[in-house]
């Protein structure tokens, strides 16, 4: 058949409106990750044949390998032999030193995400407005940084330990407190309890209760761990607190330091040689039933407890810690120094009988959620590596890689009610991504070996986060001690 030039051109013509409209029908996309390896974490297993669309910072759909020819992407990463999780959460952050610490503070944001940590939960220091407005500044895309959580300033009572506080001592500060917490859309409540009298404690938590603000504290040395439970707290910070309910003599060890017949070190002491298995797993299961988590915060206690042993003035992490930051730390280092034997055996005994909680309480059904006390005062927790650290010991000391995850993942998130957005790698949700070189639930350190993040759907491939790293290094290394 001979066709002419004209009818050649017009056929031509013909299959490129053909191939718009075809084009035309496809659904728009940002960016594919295809023929990786995914992980659900919830499930805890390993899924192939599967690529991730994502379109602006949410994931548009989880595919079959085969439907890709449905989609449009301005950008297709192929990641052979490399694994998809959802970006990392670190739920017990601070930021503080005051004002002069400011942009120290500031700097920590990225080095999260040079570490994989998409999101913190800020569990107040004396910077809450600076950090209200960091939270707004992020989930504007006017601040690169993890997606930030924060109860802002905490409850304490007069006089209080720690700055940055709101001070309370009637049920009526109690309510103008929470007034203006909730002014602030502050995400959750914290309390402290270092001069809070144990009955404004608990009206801090019954009127947050009232309000349906969530709840994160500190347990009074007065109080039982049943009646905070009771009262509806919604996480206790800092797994050494459960060790009260471990013994068959905690009302009684209560009672004596509430009558200031026993101080609160001795009665830990106390608790410790009196623990019982069995009066801890029954603790536990009270725990959970009320909804009750836990943030462990093992991965400084570990630091603390072995001061004497670990020299952590080399650390390679410490060379992204501004200098006003590091000078934060001299107090706990300090503290340490000053305890004979016998305190540090106490305080590793302590540690060690805290840490060995861990799979019983995932055994009886206690939400775990991964967080670190990172930031300033906390000696050699570093920001953004603490978190690979506190789930390498959840893992050292009775959780699977899968359950190490879901705390780093998916706890912190249904804790906070935004299940709904974040925890996985499914349609809806956030396009926080990590793309990493191994797998997470064969090997835990996998989490440590980045490829790429992937933060409100913007990539961070290895290029961009090694320079992150160099330019805070080259940056604190200019900053200056008070």
Known sequence: ?????????????????????????????????????????????????????????????????????????????????????????DTHVHFGGGPALIEENK??????????ITAVRDCSGDLP???????????????????????????????PLWKGTIEVGTPEEVSRALDKLQGQKVDFVKITENTLRPEIYLEALRQARERGMRTSGHIPVQLTLATMFDAGLGTVEHQSYLLRASTPREKELTALVAAGKLTGKEAVKQSLDSYDEATARASFRYMAAKGTAVVPT??????????????????????????????????????????????I???????????????????????????????????????????????????????TPAQALQTAVINGPRFLGTLDRYGALEAGKAADVLVLDANPLQDISATRKIRSVISHGHVYDRARLDKILADTKAWAEKTTAP
Not at 107 to 116: T, W
Not at 345 to 350: D, T
Not at 368 to 385: E, K, M, R, V, W
């Open 298 to 343: 093992l991965s400084v206690s570990r630091v603390v407890a072995y001061l004497d042993q670990d020299d952590h003035t080399h650390d390679e992490a410490l060379q992204y810690i501004g200098k006003g930051l590091r000078a934060t730390y001299d107090w706990r280092v300090q503290r340490a120094a000053q305890d004979d034997a016998a305190a």
């Open 107 to 116: 700097h920590l944001l990225q080095l999260y995400l040079a570490y994989g």
């Open 1 to 89: 058949m001979n066709i002419s030039f004209k009818q050649l051109g017009g056929a031509m013509l013909a299959l490129g409106l053909l191939s718009a409209a075809h084009a035309a029908d496809k659904i728009a996309a940002d960016l594919v990750l295809t023929k990786a390896t995914l992980i659900d974490v919830a499930g805890g297993k390993a899924v192939t044949g599967k690529s991730l669309v994502l379109k602006g910072d949410t994931i548009l759909a989880v595919v079959d390998d085969r439907q890709l020819s449905n989609y449009a992407a301005s950008m297709t990463i192929s990641l052979p032999g490399k694994y998809l999780m959802p970006g990392l959460w």
């Open 129 to 159: 407005d600076t950090v209200l407005q960091w939270r707004d500044q992020v989930n504007q895309r006017k601040l690169e940084g993890p997606t930030i959580f924060t109860s802002a300033a905490k409850l304490e009572g007069y006089k």
């Open 345 to 399: 055996a106490q305080r590793k005994a302590v540690f060690e009988k805290s840490a060995s909680l861990l799979p019983i309480l995932q055994q009886e059904g206690v939400s775990i959620i991964a967080g670190t006390d990172a930031g300033f005062l906390n000696s050699y927790d570093y920001p953004g590596q603490a978190l690979h650290d506190e789930i390498g010991l959840y893992v050292n000391y009775g959780l």
